[in-house]
């Protein structure tokens, strides 16, 4: 069929990311999906291969299976448990979506769900929450909190974990009056809660390399397409540092991104920074030189940060502040959903 | 009865009804927004009419003049509208108009 | 002219029609959009009338009022994105019987009336006229409405800001 | 009726130059497009998939509705002598689509990013009639014909080159793209789009294309003389060939805006309102008012 081999030829892909997963397997894939051109999906319904990395734990298997329920077919999922089977793996899913048929005989290439549990460790089902599609808002509660002192309508939503930028098995339960944010916790799939205080910079990336996997975020999310891309090269190649120093001053001098990162607080103490512009110059000029690293704050603290700002805005700060989710929320209580205090309507 | 009689007496019938929907919901609704949405549909067949008027009528100029004029009238009652709308739900919270008559009462 | 009184009856069917759909759906967003699809088919007419630009305006005008309708509506309505059941009314019999009353009398004054009806004048363009009526002999109508305009900004922003 | 294959065309076009500049194939279009049409659609729990494709729908009808008064060379499809008002009304229609698009799924990244068409189009709103209603004004007309015609002489970018900006960044604005892309923003998953799979996601997308195709092609009769050539190149060197002017100044356009976006990242609302109505709106007005003074004098 035509359409299925024009389909193989630029995929879009989910990946779909735990919180523990090996940074090298995550970096990997990033840079062989660049490589192969093939898109990032930005939600469940743009992807045509949902990619699960590492071992996901019973918690965010429940996620898989909710948000494989929703991709459209023709549809491929596949497992990239470490980073040797990836390029095999990759082959096989566009193998996968190219024969109208899905192939029952590799493991890694599964195109019915029936078949999908091979793919999953076992786990507590019983606990199945599904975390990425949005509830249904049933009937809002009266907001806490919002600018106007209006206390309108107020939605509880999970963000996370499948979103396109965001921190690896992260879920944030939000609190939305239209689209700001009103209240915020954080949540990581699989990983105790109290685990430890964060890892203050102790990334296994290195000083460089974790500011240019921050600012490809930020940069992504901001749809500056071209420095994204830069930046996620200059992460993945080992660069010069001159060639480091040089991309810091490029986004420095570029007014436009400044303009649009400007005007966002950074509340909470989770960094040194007040603002997120703050933020991002302080990741874009240290590239190249002898700071320590950028200080990685837990994922309560940054998720803590999002509140009071418009959910873009929100997005822009978490990515910036890019909390290490290996280590859990954070020392915070665990997440209880809110208390329906107040029917309207 | 001549053609150009035909064509206004027809767009005025649709003007009319119109109008009567529109009281209808003005008058039954409770929401504040879904009354405003009947004042509009009152506006609307009153636009039709004057634009019959104005075609039928060998073109006065004060039909397209009044044209402008209910244009206005209806940003100005939607604007004024959801100002009280708001008042009414700041003070109250409600925004249907029988639970502000019962907790002024 | 024949054209006319089919594009004038079906269009005047439209309006009227999703008119009445307005307060018979159960979701805010659909009766918003009947709202609006009955503006256009008066718009429509109204350009059928030789009235291309209050036509026009009218569609442009109306299409951004339900936008702005839309920010009332999230912010005033229930939930925002779902079809709940929607039936908010009191006294509906009243209502109805006060709407056929009006559209009984009107449409009998309608009919019986001797208009008259010199027919559509070859006159030049009517955008032209209108604007040099507005700027001319209805001076004082367009300096009303400015001023009304004006006094709604100050009115509603007076009443719909917070005092605390 | 050529004119909507047409503009599908053109829109393809402009998304494969985009994709050139994005360093992929010029046939991501077309493999995009075969792409989505074999991808099955989708529904969201408690949707009103109805309404939702109304708006979907409406999207590239609106695009082609615009550009039908849009002359492509020296005659429109339809010489609407209100044609400027009528393209400036078909625009705004397009943000009810996106709403309702973004509305429809039931789900709330969906409805985020419909919501930010609000901010979006009452920020860019002002400042783009102001710059549309200028070349009207000194043409004193409300025909995009008669308003390529007033250039013989003087190209309005020339003379009111605040204007034509201004333009360009509504034409952006209008499509919700580039700079403007809030509405189907990363951030949100794809935002209005984010629920949407198939064809419902391909009416979106290329409806976007097939908008910002049409608003650039109006910049052609508003703001670079229509179909004429250059007054500066003395006779025309392919005579009788207005519809060649115009593609060649609508590729330049086109362009302009590929670069617009290369340049501008994604803003959000609350920092382009703040730049509408503290920057655009009083350059608009003056832009306005300037042109209306040397019109009068």
């Known amino acids: ?345 | 009865m001549s053609t150009t009689e035909l064509v206004l007496r027809l767009a005025l019938t649709a003007a009319a009804a119109l109008i009567a929907t529109g009281l209808y919901g003005a008058l039954s609704q409770q929401s504040v927004v879904m009354i405003m949405m009947g004042l509009e549909l009152v506006v609307n067949g009153l636009l039709l009419a004057a634009g019959a008027f104005w075609w039928a009528g060998g073109a006065p100029v004060v039909a397209s003049v009044l044209i402008v004029v209910l244009v206005t009238v209806m940003a100005v009652e939607m604007a004024m509208g959801f100002a009280v709308a708001l008042a009414l739900y700041r003070a109250r919270q409600v925004d249907l108009t029988d639970d502000a008559a019962e907790l002024a009462g | 002219m024949t054209a006319l009184v089919a594009v004038v009856g079906a269009l005047g069917a439209v309006a009227v029609v999703t008119g009445l759909l307005v307060f018979t759906v159960n979701s805010m967003a659909r009766a918003t959009f009947l709202l609006l699809a009955s503006f256009v088919a008066v718009g429509a007419v109204l350009i059928g009338f030789g009235l291309g630009y209050l036509g026009t305006v009218v569609i442009l005008m109306m299409t951004i009022e339900m936008m702005i309708m839309v920010v009332f509506m999230v912010m005033l309505m229930m939930n925002p994105a779902g079809l709940m059941p929607m039936t908010m009314v009191h006294n509906r019999r009243g209502s109805w019987a006060i709407a056929l009353v009006v559209f009984g009398l009107l449409t009998t004054g309608v009919w019986l009336v001797p208009f008259p009806t010199p027919g559509p004048a070859a006159v030049g363009d009517p955008t032209l006229a209108l604007g040099d009526a507005l700027m001319g002999g209805q001076m004082l109508t367009m300096m009303t409405l400015g001023l009304a305009l004006l006094a709604t900004i100050v009115g509603t922003v007076a009443v719909a800001v917070s005092r605390r | 009726m050529v004119l909507a294959p047409g503009l599908v065309l053109v829109a393809g076009l402009a998304a494969g130059l985009k994709a050139v500049t994005a360093g992929e194939s010029p046939a991501t279009p077309a493999v995009e497009t075969l792409r989505l049409l074999g991808k099955q659609r989708r529904r969201t729990p408690d949707d009103d998939p109805g309404l939702a494709r109304v708006g979907l729908a409406l999207l590239p009808v609106a695009a082609v509705l615009a550009l039908a008064v849009v002359p492509l060379g020296d005659r429109a499809p339809v010489d609407l002598d209100v044609g400027v008002v009528w393209f400036n009304a078909m625009e705004v229609v397009a943000w009810f689509a996106v709403w309702v698009a973004g509305w429809g799924p039931n789900a709330v990244t969906s409805l985020a990013g419909g919501y930010r068409v609000l901010p979006l189009g009452l920020a860019y709103e002002v400042p783009h009639m102001l710059a549309i209603i200028t070349p009207a004004i000194a043409a004193g007309s409300l025909s995009p014909v008669a308003i390529a015609a007033a250039q013989q002489d003087l190209w309005y970018a020339v003379w009111m080159p605040a204007a034509f900006v201004l333009y360009l960044v509504s034409v952006a604005a209008m499509a919700f793209w580039g700079p403007f892309a809030a509405p189907l923003g990363r951030d949100l998953a794809g935002g209005a789009a984010a629920e949407h799979a198939g064809l419902d996601r391909l009416l979106l997308l290329a409806g976007r294309w097939m908008l910002l195709t049409a608003a650039a092609a109006m910049a052609v009769p508003l703001f670079l003389g229509g179909g004429a050539p250059p007054p500066i190149t003395g006779p025309d060197p392919f005579p009788g060939l207005p519809a060649l002017w115009f593609g060649v100044k609508l590729a330049v356009v086109l362009g302009l805006l590929l670069a617009l976006r290369r340049a501008v990242p994604m803003l959000r609302m609350a920092r382009f309102a703040t730049l509408a109505w503290v920057v655009l709106v009083p350059l608009a007005v003056a832009q306005a008012l300037v042109v209306t003074l040397v019109v009068l004098a």
């Open chain 1, 1 to 345: 069929m035509v359409l299925r081999s024009v389909l193989a030829r630029r995929p879009h892909v989910l990946t779909i990311t735990p919180a523990t997963v090996d940074l090298g397997l995550r970096l990997a894939v990033e840079a062989e999906l660049a490589r192969r051109r093939w898109p990032e999906a930005s939600a469940p319904v743009d992807a045509d291969v949902a990619l699960v990395l590492g071992t996901p734990g019973p918690r965010l298997a429940a996620v898989v299976r909710s948000v494989w329920a929703t991709v459209p077919a023709p549809r491929v999922l596949v497992a990239v448990p470490t980073a040797g089977v990836l390029r095999s793996a990759l082959d096989d899913a566009a193998a996968g979506l190219r024969s109208s048929r899905p192939r029952g005989s590799r493991a890694s290439s599964l195109s019915l769900d029936a078949s999908n549990d091979a793919l999953l460790p076992d786990g507590d089902w019983a606990d199945h929450r599904e975390v990425d599609v949005p509830p249904e808002p049933q009937m809002a509660d009266l907001a806490f909190y919002d600018r106007d002192g209006l206390a309108l309508d107020a939605l509880h939503v999970a963000l996370g974990p499948v979103l396109p930028h965001w921190p690896a098995g992260l879920v944030a339960h939000v609190t939305l009056a239209g689209d700001l944010v009103t209240d915020a916790h954080a949540e990581v799939l699989d990983v105790p809660a109290s685990v430890g205080p964060g890892s203050r910079g102790r990334s296994p990336l290195g000083p460089d390399r974790t500011r240019l996997d921050v600012l490809t975020r930020v940069l992504g999310l901001l749809g500056a397409d071209h420095l994204a891309a830069r930046a996620r090269h200059l992460r993945d190649h080992d660069p010069e540092p001159g060639e480091l120093t040089a991309f810091g001053r490029r986004l420095h001098r570029n007014r436009p991104v400044r303009w649009a990162v400007r005007d966002v607080p950074l509340v909470g103490g989770a960094v040194e920074e007040r603002t997120l512009a703050d933020r991002v110059a302080h990741l874009a000029g240290a590239l190249g030189g002898s700071l320590p690293p950028p200080v990685r704050p837990t994922a309560e603290k940054a998720v803590q940060a999002m509140v009071g700002l418009e959910l873009g805005a929100a997005r822009l700060v978490l990515a910036a502040l890019d909390p290490d989710t290996t280590l859990g929320a954070g020392p915070v209580a665990a997440f209880a959903p809110p208390e329906v205090t107040h029917h309207h309507h």
